[in-house]
């Protein structure tokens, strides 16, 4: 009997390269600043942008060499899966992680990212520079932004 589950079902851990890329919705929401409480651990989105994230496109603006730029940028892997908590409850990667599947408007679902916008679910035209703002903790106490629920299937 052929397996017709598509791809994102299986464990993370058995997925090739290419699946593992193109779970990545693009919402650029990991590219926000956040805050996390010390006692609580609760990680708060903010609506300020890693200074490479280009606005329109939701994409990094350096990717390969991104580095040189932002020292602590994350790549998310099958390594460090326990990192997962800070990234958004919308994140492919997370929700998969935590048994939820993909959401409805997912591009791998939809085959492009039109529906994730249209959603809200991207940070597109929604945020605002670092340089601008800065990326002190009293600046971004103030650009605290409740983004559309994860759940919005
Ligand atoms: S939050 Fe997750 S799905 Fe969205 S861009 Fe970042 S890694 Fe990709
Ligand atoms: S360097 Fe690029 S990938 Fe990293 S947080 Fe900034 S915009 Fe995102």
Not at 1 to 7: G, L
Not at 14 to 34: A, I, P, Y
Request: glycine share 4%; with cysteine; net charge negative.
């Amino acid at each position: 009997m052929t397996d017709t589950k598509p791809f994102w079902r299986k464990p993370l851990q058995d997925m090739s390269e290419q699946e593992w890329e193109s779970l990545c919705d693009g919402c650029g929401k990991c590219c926000l600043n956040k805050l996390i409480d010390d006692d609580t651990e609760e990680v708060y989105f903010t609506n300020v942008a890693c200074k490479l994230l280009n606005h329109k496109s939701c994409q990094c603006k350096k990717y390969p060499q991104r580095f040189k730029y932002v020292p602590d940028c994350h790549k998310v892997s099958i390594e460090n899966l326990d990192e997962l908590y800070w990234f958004p409850p919308s994140c492919a990667y997370r929700r998969l992680h935590e048994g939820r599947d993909l959401p409805s408007w997912h591009p791998l679902i939809t085959g492009n990212q039109s529906a994730m916008h249209a959603a809200g679910m991207s940070i597109r035209n929604k945020v605002l520079n670092e340089d601008d703002v800065g990326t002190e903790s009293d600046i971004l106490i103030g650009c605290i932004a409740h983004w559309p629920a994860a759940d919005l299937d």
